[in-house]
């Protein structure tokens, strides 16, 4: 994780924040980005323009306000974080098809839906961003255990006041696709998910399986991500409007917004860039308070490195975000904050320079280095032990989405930097002990609060400390 900021109060406030480091090796995984894996078939990627029928979108509405989140550590001079703000997650779905492929040409057979799995980094953000607010509601109230109470009366845990919004191709979107979804976040998410929908294209499928080596390697299927895949489907997909549309009550007074995305952001991604074109609306970002990105960068399979177009490309990005923020910001006076998560390769080319450290808006890049853990200024912050047999993580492609995600949506609705990132870090941990997405059920919930438990106790925060020691049998004599 690390921060950047511009403002000496805000160097006071954050200066304990810290580096997210998995004990071994093997445990780091979390820290990826969830395609970032060998691939094996060039993504066509031409511009072009597209009709985008955003009427075709199935807007839900919130049933109830984001509630107080009872915090265990928290800016005590900041009053707008702690304001009641609704998340946004905005991110890719993909089909993932798992099994070594037919041919080298990327085409293979979808006949066996059993190794057919619904991903992509959007849902993993989603479940991400909900666990965490539901371990900090439960587990970190400072006088209460509410997991304690709720599990008396209550068999899983509630939904939580979470928004996610992804495009998908309707040419091969099947109820059999429509019901796996259902299945990872229905019963996470207090609205249904927003699916941006087009007749033109197709929702992007890879082919992904374990080498000889047991690595993780993956390839386009059927020209996923050329015109009629990824690089048409994700143009403006989905638009300022649909995410206004999908917050809109009818209330006179709209909450403010945590809004997180995902983006491909290179010189020529699939969508040419255009997933990001929300985050210059005004309308849009008026109702903003924190905008999160990832950017998605892939660096070169030899060299480890970002090319130089990608990173002005990254860059790029960043500032034309962060100049629409900070217009927003002079025009009406409010607080903006921009929250980007990259990875290493990506913060190396594009982000250790002093004109993105300068940004007027931009206040906090976290980084994820990989098998070094993450972090911020150089300061450190210990791991969450994985639970697997040989303490190394059982899901292929790692759990970055959900850690980014979950550390925005705390961040954004009152979360100090350590107690973001520790529930990012246990988030991540426990993706990692899954194939797929973990069940929302309160023994994976338990299982998060060990992990914030056990990371708090070494940030110091007296409220976790106590329950860890408790939890483990730890005197604090």
């Known amino acids: 994780m690390a921060l950047l900021s511009t403002q000496r109060h805000e160097l006071m406030i954050l200066s304990s924040a810290w580096l997210v480091t ?6 780091f995984a979390f ?23 955003s009427s075709d979108g199935l807007v839900c509405r919130h049933r109830r306000p984001l509630g107080r989140l009872h915090l265990a550590a928290g800016n005590a001079d900041d009053d707008a974080y702690r304001k009641r703000r609704r ?16 041919d080298l040409s990327g085409k293979v057979s979808t ?21 965490a607010l539901a371990v900090r509601e439960y587990y970190l109230h400072p006088t209460n255990d509410h997991a304690s109470e709720l599990k008396s009366s209550l068999a899983v845990p509630p939904k939580q006041p979470i928004t996610f919004l992804a495009p998908i191709g309707m040419k091969n979107w099947t109820p059999d696709k429509a019901n796996a979804l259902d299945e990872l976040l229905l019963p996470v998410l207090e609205t249904p998910t927003l699916l941006i929908q087009s007749y033109d294209h197709i929702t ?11 690595i993780v390697q993956w390839m386009p299927v059927n020209g996923s991500f050329g015109e009629e895949g990824a690089d048409g489907l994700w143009r403006n997909r989905p638009s300022a409007q649909d995410v206004l549309n999908a917050m809109s009550t009818g209330c006179d007074t709209e909450p403010e917004l945590v809004l997180h995305a995902i ?15 929300m985050l210059l609306n005004s309308t849009l970002l008026e109702q903003c308070a924190v905008i999160g990105v990832e950017p998605i960068v892939f660096p070169d399979d030899e060299t480890k490195k970002v090319s130089q177009e990608d990173n002005n490309a990254v860059k790029a990005l960043i500032r034309s975000v962060n100049d629409a923020l900070d217009a927003v910001r002079n025009a009406n006076g409010s607080a903006k904050l921009l929250v980007v998560t990259p990875d290493r390769p990506c913060y190396d080319g594009a982000f250790s320079t002093t004109e993105i450290q300068q940004l007027p808006v931009l206040k906090e890049v976290i980084v994820r280095d990989g098998a070094n853990g993450s972090f911020t200024n150089n300061l450190k912050i210990p791991s969450a032990t994985l639970r697997t047999n040989d303490k190394s993580p059982i899901n292929p492609t790692g ?3 959900a850690y980014s995600a979950a550390f925005v949506a705390c961040r954004g609705t009152g979360s100090t930097v350590e107690e973001a990132a520790s529930l990012a870090t246990a988030v991540g941990a426990v993706v990692c002990e899954y194939e797929h997405l973990p069940p929302w059920t309160w023994e994976v919930l338990d299982r998060i609060a060990d992990g914030v438990f056990e990371v708090s106790k070494q940030l110091h925060l007296g409220c976790c400390r106590d329950r860890y020691d408790a939890k483990v049998g730890v005197s604090n004599k």
């Open 204 to 214: 992007p499928t890879i082919n992904i399986w374990h080498d000889e080596n047991e």
């Open 263 to 277: 983006l491909e952001s290179g010189c020529n991604p699939a969508g040419g860039r255009m997933d990001s074109l």
């Open 87 to 102: 998340v946004v997650v905005i991110g890719k779905i993909i089909i993932d098809l798992y099994g070594d492929p037919s």
């Open 111 to 131: 006949s066996d839906e059993s190794s057919v799995t619904v991903g992509g980094g959007g849902p993993q953000a989603a479940f991400g961003a909900a666990a």
């Open 22 to 27: 998995f004990g071994a090796i093997q445990a």
């Open 399 to 401: 759990a970055g989405n």
């Open 31 to 53: 820290l990826q980005p969830r395609r970032t894996i060998t691939r094996h078939q060039p993504r066509s990627v031409r511009v072009v323009r597209h009709r985008h029928p």
